[in-house]
């Protein structure tokens, strides 16, 4: 039986960046490291041209995983961050569900460290407590591509949707119409092809 397609929407989405910390980051050998951070930046600008709730986590910073990117704090000052004392899933964490509820968003686009603990612990949480998942394939990393790809298929089994950060930007824009520039200067600052396309459309548009 098909499913329905259940679309991203804009007023109704907030972003959960879990565990992007600098002890964490060299655990990740699924994707190369710089396109694996420019993932994660393009996700996290993504948030902010669509002025998406977002909240920051970390687990354990005063142990091996580290610090958060300090790039994301930079982006997202004014975010709530949760620094968890050692809880490993973030919803075990009280005052980070308290802040997902508090954006009074139903559908939750997630990326972390590792795919398998940081995001599927918090996605699988997410779906049982009645949330639409989302979750950002190459903003997300982990080991290897087994261990990625058992992760994945548990949290679609659970009914996550997977997705990449420029798929699920595509999705929340709906229509090129609504800002041609914004969208393309987004896209052109993490993807370098991009740019060619619209430095094409510029100099078509100002003949």
């Known amino acids: 039986m098909n499913k329905p397609y259940v679309r991203l929407d804009r007023d109704n989405a907030a972003v959960l960046l879990v565990d992007h910390q600098a002890g964490l980051l060299s655990l990740v050998r699924d994707i190369e490291p710089d396109k694996f951070k420019n993932n994660v930046l393009a996700l996290a600008d993504a948030a902010r041209y669509f002025n998406l709730p977002t909240i920051l986590t970390t687990s354990f910073e005063t142990g091996p995983n580290g610090p958060l990117v300090p790039e994301l704090k930079a982006l997202f000052p004014d975010a709530p961050y949760i620094a968890r004392p050692g809880q490993i899933n973030a919803w075990d964490n009280e005052d980070f569900v308290k802040a997902i509820k508090a954006t009074g968003k139903k559908q939750l686009i997630i990326a972390g ?3 398998e603990v940081c995001v599927a612990f918090p996605a699988l949480s997410a779906i049982e407590e009645g949330y639409e998942v989302f979750v950002i394939t ?22 996550a949707q997977l997705l990449t950060w420029f798929g699920a930007a595509c999705e929340l824009h709906r229509d090129w119409r609504r800002d041609i520039e914004g969208l393309g200067a987004l896209f052109s600052n993490h993807i370098p092809d991009y740019r060619n396309l ?8 100002t003949k």
């Open 113 to 115: 460290v590792v795919t």
């Open 138 to 159: 190459d903003a997300s990393g982990t080991f290897n591509a087994m261990t990625r790809d058992a992760a994945w298929e548990r949290m679609t089994a659970a009914g």
């Open 198 to 205: 619209m430095t094409a459309y510029d100099t078509h548009t």
